[in-house]
Structures are given as structure tokens and as C-alpha cells.
């Protein structure tokens, strides 16, 4: 049975801290100096300029790690930015996580042993594209909260965060002979608010947990001022660092702020985002500008130099109407999503090589295999694997039901007859609803469209009504309303329902199909959502000579676990067509690799899968709305 680890269950287990520390041992010389100038940052009394590029250590997998940063290395980089996902680390509160890709410890280790230089980007908000722009849902459902503000609830967890983060990296701080530089006081701050308390609170706090190290800010030009801290330094953000580095000093008149010119994300070009008609943004060239501001004696990071994968339910999205990012986070970066260079990454390697000396070799990657088409077989419904039941009158929201992530399905027993179109808690969907009555489809909500159809339901006594509903990725503004599910009450032709069960599915893990595995269910195009199963043999070694691009054709949406790991989501309508399929999470060629699919709106007819050496964007129409808009 497919189990959900409640909040509940969670805060029984006080405090509980899974960790996987590296060892790490810091130089001996305790020489260790950060300091800057006007126009200089100084490390050990030596001038440092800093040339960054941002990868986030939480969409890579960790064994491409080392890999990733060496390519950074190899573009003439010598310092690793990186966000933190507060939502992963504490997904459920206060269960701590730093294994596998959480595991700080070793990617600072992989930084350090590189020879290579970082920043930190905690956040606790950090925008990125992120649910919520990382922020736990399970804030969201704690009495008084308020986000991204002087309020006591969010200060206390957001502190308790940053100690937590303190003691896996602080043998990694500059300040104890450690790769790591810097500290970003929130993110682009000066966007929404101005709060110098709620900006010095974090401050205060970021000063015990990562000690010694210096703070900055990161805002656009025009909301500087805004989001600054007097004593950290101040630095902009954007496309176009000659328009953007040089308002800095018209911006910034606290001496204490003032230091060296950055423009700490020069972005790269956009995020793709699902929809029917939203296309694939592309790489784009950022040569010219770098070239610019190492002319300046000026310092950059690079907004994404890898941009990786959305795992899982990461994704966050856009508001009016909700626009989901996709489960790539490609980016158009200069390391593409299997990181692979890019177009462009030579042209930024030669700006940089204008002004940087002694470049190490470009390391040769192997290309993508192909994997041939294997057939997945339908063999159970999502709904067969219900974990308990949560009972209530009305309906409750996904959060107040123990999880962030995922869907949860709403169920109801007719007690008397009910016909006509059924409205579903207040405003919007929350985020995309299926309606079935007695496990068949009949129709979808969905708030990616303004222009949304009718769905007319007709109930009798005893029949079952059940709203199966999506959380495509909070708004990633961190200040809204961010609770998913149904808010609200719902009613069948005006006639309001009452009485629901509720079931959780964050799929933290697949669903055990084993019992199932070798049995075929039939599936018609009326269908409640249903798994799917296949295996494939790896011609490779398990590494990037094995990673591909996993097809599925035919399918119209839901979520891929490959020997267990959650792909994220597939959907037809695009632009994302394939799933990155990292070859490290393969088997050796002699064994078998499962391959589990959720099909939330299955049609009749045989299905396959394979995987792609090239990877192809494109669109399609959406078969559960195609006259939305």
C-alpha cells in the first residue's frame, strides 16, 4: 500500500536529521583572509575576481557532481553559486534530509576539490522557479504565518533552517579555510518589500549560522535600494550588465554596501513552461556581455551555467493564468540539462580566455545512447494503492491532509441524486482537477486556462463521486496563497455535497507493483488513472555514456520512476516531449531496468516507450481540453 509520511507522523519525530557528511579536511595555514575593496574582492591578500556560473547541486544528480563542476572549471569559471531548496532539505517539518542530492557536505567537498570557490544562495526564499520559490508548503498551514516577512512563525523555521545548513557546511566556510565565500541575504527582496527589520532578522541569523563569511544582496537596479542590508555588499541582477552594473553606484550611496561591481545573475535567456502553445526558449549567447565585464575589472555569475531537472514535483510556476515551469530546467544554459556543452559554451570559453590565463582542457563527454522501444503494460489504477483514509464533512486541502506534494483524491457518496455542472472550491482550480464518477473520466479542470468547459456530472444514491486533484507547482512569489487542493466547498448543480474522503499520494517513493507486475488491466479512453510497467536492458555502463532522453509516446500525462527515482512529469502538450534519464541511475547491461509510468488520463490502445539520443521539443494539443484557452 502506497503510504504518505504525515506532518502529524513528522512532528511526533521531533527534529529527526538523516546526514551523509564527506569527510573534509581544510588546509592547514590558518591564513585565511575575505576582504574587498572598491573595485577587488581579496582572498588570502591576493586580488580574486570572481567569474561565476550557478548550479544548483539539488537538480543534479550527485553522481555527475564532479563532472558538472568541472566543466565549469574548464569554461574559465573559478566560483560555483548555488541556491538552496529549503523543500527538499525539510520537505515534512522537522525531518531533515541531506542525503543524495541533499547532501551538502559532499558538494562543497567536490567544489573545494576542484579548487574551485562558491557562494552560498540560501534564501530562504529564492525564486528559481521553484514551487514556491522553494519555500516547505507545510508553512503555509502554520497559524499565523506570513512569508518573506518580520513574522515570528516564519522567522523561527527559517532560523531553525539556517542552523541546521550551518552545521553540515561550516568546515566549508571561507572563514574556516573552506570554499565558500559568500552569503545571500533572501533573494531579490527589493521586488516586494522593504522591511529592514525582516531583512536584519536574517541577517542576525545568517551571522551565527554561517560565521565569519561575508553578506550581499541581489536585486534589479531599480529595487536596490529596496532590498539592500546596510554592511553587505550591494549587487545587481539581469540581462544586459552594461546597463545594469553601472546604476549600482547610482543606486547605492551606504558606503557600507558599496565594494565591487557584480552582477550577481547575468541571465542566459528563460524557463520553458507547459502549455499548448508555449515554446522551447533556446539557447542564447552571453559571450559579449562577460567579455564586457571582465573589461570592466567587474565580476559576474552566470543565470544558468547548468540548469538541470525539476525532479519530482519541484516545478513552480507562474500566476493569472497558473503557467507550471516544465520538469527541464534546461534553461538555455552554457551546460545543457545532461551536461553537455551547449552552442554557445565555446564562445563563452573564449571571452573568457581574453582575460584569464591557463584554462584546463575541455573534458570529452560521450554522446547519448539510444534505447530500443519496449512495450509498457498497463497494470494497475492509481486508486488501487489508497493510503488511509482522512475523513471530514468538508473538503480539506492537500497540506491540512499531511502533504506538500503530488495529488490527493477526493471522494464522496452520494446519498441522494445530484445532476448538473460541478464547481469546485472558490476561484481557480488548485491545480488541475479529474472528475470521474465510479472511476470513470468525465472531464478535467485545469487552471493553466482561463477559458475553461463545463463539466456536468449526474448523480445517483450510492454512486461515487471522486476529484483527483494535481498540485502543478505553487507560484514561485513566495507571498500568496499558496495552499493546494480543493479550498472551498464543491457542489453538483448548485446542490452542495458534504461528506469526503480524502487520500494522499506524494509518491516520495513508487507505488509496490510487484503483486501486479505480471497482470494486464484493459484500459478505455474513459479510464481512471492507471500504472504502467516496462523493463529494458542497458547496453551501456551505468554513467553518462548511458544517459538518454526517455520517449513516451502516446501518453498524455503524469510522472516516470526509473528504478525507483521520480523523472518528474511528462506531458503532451509540450514543449518538453522526453524526460533526462541520467545513465548513473541505470543498471549494468546485464540486468533488467523498470520503468513505472502514471498515465492520470489513459486511452485505449498499446503503448511504448524508448530512449532518444537527440532530444526533440515540440507541442501538441491538450486531449483532456482541446478548445481551452
Given at each position: 500500500?502506497?503510504?504518505?509520511?504525515?506532518?502529524?507522523?513528522?512532528?511526533?519525530?521531533?527534529?529527526?536529521?538523516?546526514?551523509?557528511?564527506?569527510?573534509?579536511?581544510?588546509?592547514?595555514?590558518?591564513?585565511?583572509?575575505?576582504?574587498a575593496?572598491?573595485?577587488?574582492?581579496?582572498?588570502?591578500?591576493?586580488?580574486?575576481?570572481?567569474?561565476?556560473?550557478?548550479?544548483?547541486?539539488?537538480?543534479?544528480?550527485?553522481?555527475?557532481?564532479?563532472?558538472?563542476?568541472?566543466?565549469?572549471?574548464?569554461?574559465?569559471?573559478?566560483?560555483?553559486?548555488?541556491?538552496?531548496?529549503?523543500?527538499?532539505?525539510?520537505?515534512?517539518?522537522?525531518?531533515?534530509?541531506?542525503?543524495?542530492?541533499?547532501d551538502?557536505?559532499s558538494?562543497?567537498?567536490?567544489?573545494?576539490?576542484?579548487?574551485?570557490?562558491?557562494?552560498?544562495?540560501?534564501g530562504?526564499?529564492?525564486?528559481?522557479?521553484?514551487?514556491?520559490?522553494?519555500?516547505?508548503?507545510?508553512?503555509?498551514?502554520?497559524?499565523?504565518?506570513?512569508?518573506?516577512?518580520?513574522?515570528?512563525?516564519?522567522?523561527?523555521?527559517?532560523?531553525?533552517?539556517?542552523?541546521?545548513?550551518?552545521?553540515?557546511?561550516?568546515?566549508?566556510?571561507?572563514?574556516?579555510?573552506?570554499?565558500?565565500?559568500?552569503?545571500?541575504?533572501?533573494?531579490?527582496?527589493?521586488?516586494?518589500?522593504?522591511?529592514?527589520?525582516?531583512?536584519?532578522?536574517?541577517?542576525?541569523?545568517?551571522?551565527?549560522?554561517?560565521?565569519g563569511?561575508?553578506?550581499y544582496?541581489?536585486?534589479?537596479?531599480?529595487?536596490?535600494?529596496?532590498?539592500?542590508?546596510?554592511?553587505?555588499?550591494?549587487?545587481?541582477?539581469?540581462?544586459?550588465?552594461?546597463?545594469?552594473?553601472?546604476?549600482?553606484?547610482?543606486?547605492?550611496?551606504?558606503?557600507?554596501?558599496?565594494?565591487?561591481?557584480?552582477?550577481?545573475?547575468?541571465?542566459?535567456?528563460?524557463?520553458?513552461?507547459?502549455?499548448?502553445?508555449?515554446?522551447?526558449?533556446?539557447?542564447?549567447?552571453?559571450?559579449?556581455?562577460?567579455?564586457?565585464?571582465?573589461?570592466q575589472?567587474?565580476?559576474?555569475?552566470?543565470?544558468?551555467?547548468?540548469?538541470?531537472?525539476?525532479?519530482?514535483?519541484?516545478?513552480?510556476?507562474?500566476?493569472?493564468?497558473?503557467?507550471?515551469?516544465?520538469?527541464?530546467?534546461?534553461?538555455?544554459?552554457?551546460?545543457?540539462?545532461?551536461?553537455?556543452?551547449?552552442?554557445?559554451?565555446?564562445?563563452?570559453?573564449?571571452?573568457?580566455?581574453?582575460?584569464?590565463?591557463?584554462?584546463?582542457?575541455?573534458?570529452?563527454?560521450?554522446?547519448?545512447?539510444?534505447?530500443?522501444?519496449?512495450?509498457?503494460?498497463?497494470?494497475?489504477?492509481?486508486?488501487?494503492?489508497?493510503?488511509?483514509?482522512?475523513?471530514?464533512?468538508?473538503?480539506?486541502?492537500?497540506?491540512?491532509?499531511?502533504?506538500?506534494?503530488?495529488?490527493?483524491?477526493?471522494?464522496?457518496?452520494?446519498t441522494?441524486?445530484?445532476?448538473?455542472?460541478?464547481?469546485?472550491?472558490?476561484?481557480?482550480?488548485?491545480?488541475?482537477?479529474?472528475?470521474?464518477?465510479?472511476?470513470?473520466?468525465?472531464g478535467?479542470?485545469?487552471?493553466i486556462?482561463?477559458?475553461?468547459?463545463?463539466?456536468?456530472?449526474?448523480?445517483?444514491?450510492?454512486?461515487?463521486l471522486?476529484?483527483?486533484?494535481?498540485?502543478?507547482?505553487?507560484?514561485?512569489?513566495?507571498?500568496?496563497?499558496?495552499?493546494?487542493g480543493?479550498?472551498?466547498?464543491?457542489?453538483?448543480?448548485?446542490?452542495?455535497?458534504?461528506?469526503?474522503?480524502?487520500?494522499?499520494?506524494?509518491?516520495?517513493?513508487p507505488?509496490?507493483?510487484?503483486?501486479?507486475?505480471?497482470?494486464?488491466?484493459?484500459?478505455?479512453?474513459?479510464?481512471?488513472?492507471?500504472?504502467?510497467?516496462?523493463?529494458?536492458?542497458?547496453?551501456?555502463?551505468?554513467?553518462?555514456?548511458?544517459?538518454?532522453?526517455?520517449?513516451?509516446?502516446?501518453?498524455?500525462?503524469?510522472?516516470?520512476?526509473?528504478?525507483?527515482?521520480?523523472?518528474?512529469?511528462?506531458?503532451?502538450?509540450?514543449?518538453?516531449q522526453?524526460?533526462?534519464?541520467?545513465?548513473?541511475?541505470?543498471?549494468?547491461?546485464?540486468?533488467?531496468?523498470?520503468?513505472?509510468?502514471?498515465?492520470?488520463s489513459?486511452?485505449?490502445?498499446?503503448?511504448?516507450?524508448?530512449?532518444?539520443?537527440?532530444?526533440?521539443?515540440?507541442?501538441?494539443?491538450?486531449?483532456?481540453?482541446?478548445?481551452?484557452?
Amino acid at each position: 500500500m502506497q503510504t504518505a509520511l504525515t506532518l502529524a507522523a513528522v512532528m511526533a519525530h521531533c527534529a529527526i536529521v538523516v546526514l551523509a557528511t564527506a569527510a573534509y579536511t581544510a588546509p592547514t595555514t590558518s591564513n585565511f583572509t575575505w576582504t574587498a575593496n572598491s573595485k577587488s574582492f581579496i582572498l588570502n591578500g591576493q586580488p580574486y575576481n570572481i567569474i561565476g556560473g550557478q548550479i544548483d547541486p539539488q537538480r543534479v544528480p550527485k553522481e555527475y557532481w564532479a563532472q558538472r563542476i568541472q566543466m565549469a572549471k574548464s569554461m574559465g569559471l573559478n566560483t560555483i553559486f548555488s541556491y538552496l531548496y529549503w523543500q527538499d532539505l525539510e520537505k515534512y517539518q522537522g525531518h531533515w534530509d541531506f542525503t543524495d542530492r541533499n547532501d551538502l557536505a559532499s558538494w562543497y567537498k567536490a567544489i573545494a576539490d576542484a579548487g574551485m570557490k562558491a557562494v552560498l544562495r540560501p534564501g530562504p526564499y529564492i525564486t528559481a522557479e521553484r514551487d514556491w520559490g522553494a519555500l516547505p508548503g507545510w508553512l503555509g498551514i502554520i497559524p499565523g504565518m506570513q512569508t518573506r516577512a518580520n513574522n515570528a512563525p516564519f522567522l523561527n523555521a527559517t532560523i531553525n533552517y539556517f542552523n541546521h545548513v550551518g552545521e553540515v557546511i561550516q568546515p566549508y566556510l571561507v572563514s574556516n579555510g573552506g570554499p565558500i565565500l559568500m552569503t545571500q541575504i533572501e533573494n531579490e527582496y527589493g521586488y516586494v518589500g522593504s522591511d529592514m527589520n525582516y531583512k536584519s532578522a536574517l541577517s542576525s541569523g545568517m551571522a551565527k549560522a554561517f560565521p565569519g563569511i561575508r553578506h550581499y544582496t541581489n536585486d534589479c537596479p531599480s529595487c536596490m535600494k529596496a532590498g539592500s542590508v546596510p554592511g553587505a555588499l550591494a549587487i545587481v541582477d539581469g540581462s544586459g550588465p552594461k546597463n545594469q552594473i553601472p546604476q549600482i553606484r547610482q543606486q547605492i550611496s551606504d558606503t557600507s554596501m558599496q565594494g565591487p561591481l557584480m552582477d550577481g545573475e547575468v541571465w542566459i535567456t528563460w524557463f520553458d513552461a507547459w502549455g499548448p502553445h508555449k515554446g522551447h526558449t533556446g539557447t542564447a549567447d552571453a559571450s559579449g556581455d562577460i567579455d564586457w565585464v571582465l573589461s570592466q575589472g567587474a565580476h559576474f555569475s552566470l543565470y544558468m551555467f547548468h540548469g538541470g531537472t525539476n525532479w519530482g514535483f519541484g516545478n513552480g510556476g507562474e500566476n493569472n493564468p497558473l503557467t507550471p515551469h516544465t520538469t527541464s530546467y534546461d534553461y538555455g544554459a552554457v551546460l545543457d540539462e545532461t551536461g553537455r556543452p551547449a552552442s554557445t559554451y565555446n564562445n563563452m570559453r573564449n571571452a573568457i580566455a581574453k582575460h584569464v590565463s591557463n584554462i584546463p582542457a575541455v573534458p570529452s563527454n560521450p554522446p547519448l545512447q539510444s534505447v530500443s522501444s519496449f512495450t509498457l503494460t498497463p497494470v494497475a489504477r492509481m486508486f488501487d494503492f489508497k493510503p488511509t483514509v482522512i475523513t471530514s464533512s468538508s473538503p480539506k486541502t492537500i497540506e491540512a491532509c499531511g502533504t506538500v506534494f503530488g495529488y490527493i483524491l477526493y471522494e464522496h457518496k452520494a446519498t441522494a441524486s445530484a445532476s448538473g455542472a460541478i464547481a469546485v472550491g472558490t476561484g481557480a482550480p488548485r491545480d488541475r482537477i479529474i472528475v470521474l464518477v465510479n472511476g470513470v473520466r468525465q472531464g478535467t479542470l485545469d487552471a493553466i486556462y482561463k477559458n475553461r468547459p463545463t463539466v456536468n456530472v449526474s448523480l445517483k444514491s450510492g454512486d461515487t463521486l471522486q476529484l483527483l486533484v494535481e498540485n502543478l507547482g505553487r507560484q514561485k512569489s513566495g507571498q500568496m496563497d499558496q495552499v493546494k487542493g480543493i479550498v472551498g466547498s464543491v457542489s453538483v448543480g448548485g446542490q452542495a455535497l458534504t461528506g469526503w474522503d480524502h487520500y494522499t499520494f506524494p509518491f516520495d517513493s513508487p507505488p509496490n507493483l510487484s503483486s501486479s507486475s505480471n497482470n494486464s488491466i484493459s484500459v478505455a479512453d474513459t479510464s481512471a488513472p492507471t500504472w504502467y510497467r516496462g523493463t529494458f536492458k542497458n547496453t551501456q555502463t551505468p554513467d553518462m555514456a548511458a544517459d538518454t532522453f526517455l520517449d513516451l509516446p502516446s501518453f498524455t500525462k503524469g510522472l516516470v520512476f526509473v528504478n525507483g527515482h521520480n523523472l518528474g512529469r511528462y506531458w503532451t502538450i509540450g514543449p518538453q516531449q522526453q524526460l533526462f534519464l541520467p545513465g548513473a541511475w541505470l543498471h549494468e547491461s546485464s540486468g533488467e531496468n523498470e520503468v513505472l509510468v502514471l498515465d492520470l488520463s489513459p486511452r485505449s490502445g498499446s503503448r511504448t516507450a524508448s530512449g532518444k539520443s537527440t532530444r526533440r521539443w515540440g507541442n501538441n494539443p491538450d486531449p483532456d481540453c482541446n478548445n481551452c484557452s
